[in-house]
């Protein structure tokens, strides 16, 4: 079975400080992970994915994140916070072959100018 | 390429009535898939749809239903209403290509408000 905890439903960080979103998960098979983002009123963007290979993924809007089996881990990174970053932050996992997705319960992020 | 999309983007109805809600997927994908999210619950996979089967349910009761049509749209169906099933209703589509990645392609939602 696959599941996801993400450390911490609120995270506020000032414009220019590194963001920090920790996701550790949970599975019985190779997983797959994913880092969502949701804006207000609207559906989920997906910021990045790991398969296979290269453990540290590099996604959308200078985000990335590193894939540590040793820690069961996936936390999503970004030097530099701008406004626009503010939302709603997903982890997500699912087996190889599955499409369904388990969530996260989700990080909210607030960046204070 | 035109993303994926729902219709219609909010909806409100009353206990004990049925409501059905549609999804067209990306043109050429072929697995569509649906989420409910709720304040409580968060995120939780409903079911999903390929090639106009059901390949996987996840842990909802009976009263929510769906399919697919030969052209990957789809509708989710809940019948008898309850007011915990207010929730955004996310669908999201996939190519679900043999070693794919899985990645999926999320439409904007429906929120449904059941009074």
């Known amino acids: 079975a696959q599941s996801v905890t993400q450390l911490g439903s609120h995270v506020s960080v000032s414009e220019g400080a590194l963001v920090l979103l920790r996701c550790n998960y949970s599975?019985?098979?190779?997983?797959?992970l994913f880092w969502y983002v949701q804006y207000p009123n609207q559906g989920l963007q997906l910021l990045l994915k790991?398969?296979?290979?290269?453990?540290l993924v590099k996604g959308i809007n200078g985000f990335e994140a590193e894939f540590k089996k040793s820690e069961t881990s996936f936390h999503l990174t970004k030097p530099s916070a701008h406004m626009s970053d503010a939302a709603e932050y997903f982890c997500?996992?699912?087996?190889?072959?599955?499409?369904?997705?388990?969530f996260g319960t989700g990080t909210r992020l607030t960046v204070i100018p | 390429k035109a993303g994926v999309t729902q219709t219609p983007r909010y909806l409100i109805k009353t206990r004990g009535q049925q409501v059905t809600l549609s999804c067209s997927p990306i043109?050429?994908?072929?697995?569509v898939s649906w989420y409910q999210q709720t304040p409580g619950q968060g995120l939780q996979f409903l079911f999903e749809?390929?090639?106009?089967?059901?390949?996987n349910k996840g842990n909802f009761p009976g009263r929510f239903s769906g399919r697919q049509f030969s052209n990957s749209r789809s509708e989710m169906n809940v019948s008898t209403l309850e007011l915990g099933d207010s929730a955004l209703y996310l669908c999201?589509?996939?190519?679900?290509?043999?070693?794919?990645?899985?990645?999926?392609?999320f439409g904007p939602g429906t929120r449904l408000t059941v009074l």
């Open positions: 999201a589509s996939s190519s679900r290509l043999a070693g794919g990645t899985n990645e999926q392609f």
């Open positions: 599975s019985s098979v190779p997983p797959y």
């Open positions: 790991y398969t296979t290979g290269a453990t």
């Open positions: 997500a996992v699912s087996g190889t072959g599955a499409n369904n997705l388990f």
């Open positions: 043109s050429g994908h072929r697995s």
């Open positions: 749809y390929f090639s106009e089967t059901q390949r």
